[in-house]
């Protein structure tokens, strides 16, 4: 059955698949996993949720991304298969860009001038080098947004998925590599946020909302190629550095 028909967690669920074909022998140790193009079309998934299962591989030791060849098997079993890596950040962030997008067209119909000036002020403390100040003023952004819905439950659920991303390690490996979105994007996406909360347009928050997020996405998904190609070159110059002292 195919993973997006089982329900669950779906990296997971491609994860344990891909852990049965190595333990099997379809992929052994030194071998080359399907190209990811392939693996979404097994699947039936998107890039980000066979991004999130390579990852979580990685971090269980069974497999390395290697630049322009692909990603490699390892071992053919993990110590720490059982660990729950939980939930992972393409996974949380695609779930925040379905429910704050809709947060925020609710927020357009019903809030009122001291809220938007909390919004205006949280958005120029995004504007600062302090990394972990404009990190919290992002999210404070964000909540005061599901605050002005005024609905209780909703306001618990945007404080919960933001949370969330550092809760799971998964989640928090990917974000702590990813950094921030830089400070000059952040600040063009949530003005449009703002703007259209402003003018109490209810689609135009709710696409800036998701487009926001869905440039999030993006970033993560650059990321974690930048991080294969990282290590990449830092082993690469370990064994240059190997060959060298050899020759001396």
Do not use: C
Not at 85 to 102: K, M, N, Q, S, W
Not at 153 to 175: E, K, N, Q
Not at 219 to 248: C, G, I, W
């Amino acid at each position: 059955m195919r993973a997006a028909e089982r329900g669950g967690k779906l990296y997971r669920r491609i994860v344990q698949e891909i852990v049965a074909d190595i333990a099997s022998g379809v992929f052994p140790v030194g071998s080359r996993l399907p190209a990811e193009r392939d693996l979404t079309e097994r699947f039936k998934v998107s890039r980000p949720t066979i991004r999130e299962a390579m990852i979580a591989l990685e971090m269980q030791g069974m497999v390395e991304a290697r630049k322009g060849s692909g990603v490699f098997v390892l071992a053919s079993s993990s110590g720490d298969m059982d660990r729950e890596l939980d939930i992972g950040a393409f996974e949380i962030t695609e779930a925040r860009r379905l429910l704050e997008g809709e947060v925020a067209a609710v927020a357009a119909t019903e809030i009122d001038e001291p809220q938007l000036a909390e919004l205006r002020s949280l958005l120029a403390q995004m504007d600062q080098d302090d990394d972990v100040a404009a990190e919290e003023a992002d999210r404070r952004f964000h909540i005061a947004i599901a605050e002005a819905t005024g609905n209780a439950v909703i306001i618990s659920a945007v404080t919960d998925f933001w949370d969330m991303r550092f809760r799971s390690p998964l989640a928090r490996a990917v974000l702590l590599k990813a950094g921030s979105l830089g400070t000059e994007s952040r600040m063009i996406e949530h003005g449009r946020i703002l703007s259209a909360l402003e003018a109490r347009s209810p689609i135009d928050a709710r696409n800036a909302m998701r487009d926001h997020l869905a440039r999030l996405i993006d970033h993560l998904l650059d990321v974690t190629e930048t991080e294969a190609v990282e290590r990449a070159r830092a082993e690469t110059n370990q064994r240059r550095r190997a060959l060298a002292r050899r020759s001396v």
